[in-house]
């Protein structure tokens, strides 16, 4: 009987952590989630029969030691997928230093200390993969958004340096890098534009096909890039947007 595959998500209980975390439930990965939202981890846990941490991505102490107990949890890993992120608004005259430093933290920092667990886990069961969530915001400039668009094209670039370092272990690294997705974590986006209703307006002139797409279609992107479909991918930075990046 064919062992189901050990995957581990942060940033798992809400928007494409969730939607990615039900589709590999349903196609009989076993499954770590990790998330600081308490309530919403128990919900999603209980209802997929999944190993639950709660913990903050920018705790250097405790991140790292709930990562190694939901491994160990699990009896090894087979893939680790990164998925943490914020929004901030705001040109580097507008952002302050400290939301450079907090966007850093959890949309770069977090995933380096998921890598440094994760990749001799990898390593040790003879390769695997490891997926990051970026942002097409990392490929392109993106206006007012001077600290989210820097940390995500620096994850970008982490990737592509992981992957390189590791291909010879077989472990494949790669970066999603979604447009705009209908989840509250573009609340802050929203906000920019003058609220939902102005930003779905923007969203149609911009996006070449003309909407967002919702988590459920990104977590179809999330399946393919798991799988041994995408075996020989690695270094890539896969962006789902609808065509923005080459409007």
């Known amino acids: 009987m064919t062992r189901s595959k050990r995957l581990l998500i942060t940033g798992a209980a809400t928007g494409i952590g ?3 975390a039900r589709l590999l439930a349903d196609q009989g990965w076993e499954l770590a989630l990790l998330d600081r ?3 919403a981890l128990g919900q999603l846990a209980s209802e997929l029969q999944a190993v639950a941490y709660v913990v903050d991505v920018t705790d250097t102490v405790g991140y790292p030691h709930a990562l190694r107990r939901a491994i160990n949890e699990l009896g090894g890993l087979d893939a680790a997928w990164s998925n943490v992120g ?8 507008q952002a302050s230093l400290d939301e450079f ?21 990898l390593r040790s069961n003879g390769g ?14 993106e206006s007012r958004m001077a600290a989210y668009s820097t940390t995500k094209a620096a994850a970008v670039q982490l990737v592509r340096l992981m992957a390189r370092d590791h291909a010879r272990d077989q472990i494949r690294v790669n970066a ?10 573009n609340a802050p986006v ?29 977590a179809l992107h999330v399946r393919f890039l798991l799988s ?20």
Do not use: K
Request: hydrophobic share 40%; net charge negative; glycine share 12%.
């Open 18 to 20: 969730a939607a990615g």
């Open 190 to 218: 929203w906000e920019t534009y003058g609220g939902r209703e102005a930003f779905l307006r923007e969203v149609g002139e911009v996006v070449p096909l003309g909407r967002m797409s919702s988590a459920q279609e990104v």
């Open 128 to 141: 695997g993969v490891l997926l990051v969530t970026a942002s097409n915001a990392g490929l392109q400039t």
């Open 37 to 39: 939202n308490a309530e």
């Open 228 to 247: 041994d479909d995408a075996s020989f991918l690695t270094g890539q930075a896969f962006a789902a947007d609808g065509g923005e990046l080459v409007s």
């Open 176 to 185: 999603l890098c979604p447009g705009f997705v209908d989840t509250p974590f």
């Open 86 to 93: 914020m929004q901030t608004n705001g040109t580097v005259e």
């Open 101 to 121: 430093d907090r966007s850093w933290e959890v949309n770069v920092r977090s995933h380096v200390i998921l890598g440094q667990v994760a990749i001799p886990e």
